[in-house]
């Protein structure tokens, strides 16, 4: 007739599986950061690589990945240039728009832009300064994109905010 231990766990079993999900809540818990895509002028490239570091910056509370062009493609190609364009955008899950004079009259910022509503993404502009520039992407204004001023709260916020419309 039957017997003992019909293979139940034993406590040391359930302690190990308790500590494997501690770590994994743990990771879940560090792990709030949101896949961006940076549109910009290359002419504002060094604004730009201020928040890219403060991003990486662990005493700031801002957090995303960068997943935007780092160096200009080497190409006079148009074609190329979209399709590894796009390959980037659809890594993300919002475009953040660097706004300045510069990006407001870039062919490349529109289209990014545009591109990123295509494929479903959140949009959001930042500023820096008191204002947003008198000029924006046509774009961005057209899409009623929401701006922010550079500060890491807000920042934060307005791309969770972006997220979740999208």
Known sequence: MGG????????????SLEEKVRQ???EAK???SRHVFISFDHEDMNEVNL???????????????DHSVKEPYDSNNADYIKRNIREKIDR????LVYLSEKSA??????????????RGKGVIGVYKGDTQPA???????????????????????AIEEANAKR
């Open 92 to 95: 993300c899950s919002v475009t």
């Open 105 to 118: 009259t870039s062919k490349w910022v529109n289209w990014e832009i545009e591109e990123s509503f295509k």
């Open 135 to 157: 000029k924006i992407p046509p774009a961005f204004q057209q899409n009623g994109c929401k701006s922010v001023k550079w500060e890491h709260t807000a920042i934060m916020k």
């Open 24 to 26: 994994r809540l743990d």
């Open 51 to 65: 928040l890219r570091g403060q991003a990486k910056n662990d005493k700031v509370d801002l957090q995303f990945d």
């Open 30 to 32: 560090v792990d709030v």
């Open 4 to 15: 003992g231990s019909g293979g139940g766990l034993y406590g040391s079993d359930i302690k």
